[in-house]
């Protein structure tokens, strides 16, 4: 089985200009998340959809964040505009089924904003 | 304010030695915590958990011990080998309060030496 799939790898932006990054999760799970590392802050969650559903996205830093999930295999995540301080690793990850089921991380998108 | 510490960014062991990661956690609602490995330019990879209602899991090499009283797990691998040389991320959730989101640490570096 394939298992979680980013794209791009890495992205290099200018300062105000818009960004997406986009998901497939592995078939048949419900649940997909976003996440963003960063050395200062670590791994935190952004958003996460039940069923396309964005379900907690108390994570998502500001206006400037939005992600959407069309259908159970696609889901983006964009910035605009993008600043600087955006720049992290970004992780798709998803899951199965409600608690205690292991979430699958893709390999992230590592984004610099210049 | 973090509700998952790792306070040990790095740690180094010689091969065939214990490694002992530790995690303190500080929101009592938190009922299942789960370990991630995470190698260079991939996505972090489940590696154990453990329920609240347990104090040990152990799976081969990797055992997790949860002390709840103390609010504190630790992740011992014995024998440590080079291949465990990757960052752990200690994660945290509160399964039963309807949510699926995990809090991570920012993770501990761990060398194994040959």
């Known amino acids: 089985d394939a298992g979680v799939i980013q794209s791009p790898r890495h992205e290099v932006t200018e300062m105000g200009q818009e960004v997406t990054l986009r998901c497939k999760p592995i078939?048949?799970?419900?649940?997909l998340f976003w996440y963003r590392q960063t050395m200062m802050r670590g791994l935190e969650l952004l958003i996460y959809?039940?069923?396309?559903?964005?379900?907690?996205d108390s994570g998502m830093p500001e206006d400037r964040f939005s992600a959407k999930m069309p259908n159970a295999s696609f889901s983006t995540l964009k910035i605009q505009p993008s600043e600087p301080r955006d720049s992290a690793v970004y992780f798709c990850?998803?899951?199965?089924?409600?608690?205690?089921?292991?979430?699958?991380f893709g390999p992230g998108t590592r984004l610099l904003v210049l | 304010d973090q509700q998952v510490k790792q306070n040990s960014p790095s740690l180094s062991v010689q091969e065939g030695r214990i490694s002992i990661l530790n995690c303190d956690y500080t929101?009592?609602?938190?009922?299942?915590f789960l370990w991630y490995k995470k190698y260079p330019a991939e996505g972090p990879t489940f590696l154990i958990s453990?329920?609240?209602?347990?104090d040990k899991n152990e799976d081969g090499r990797f055992t997790v011990f949860l002390n709840k009283s103390a609010k504190h797990l630790s992740l011992h691998i014995v024998p440590s080998q080079p291949g465990d040389s990757a960052v752990y991320f200690c994660?945290?959730?509160?399964?039963?309060?309807?949510?699926?989101?995990?809090?991570f640490g920012k993770g501990t570096k761990l060398t194994v030496n040959p």
């Open positions: 990850a998803s899951s199965r089924g409600r608690s205690q089921e292991t979430q699958y």
């Open positions: 078939s048949g799970h419900d649940y």
């Open positions: 959809f039940n069923n396309n559903v964005p379900i907690d």
């Open positions: 929101n009592s609602m938190f009922d299942y």
């Open positions: 453990i329920s609240s209602i347990k």
């Open positions: 994660a945290a959730s509160d399964s039963q309060g309807g949510s699926e989101k995990l809090v």
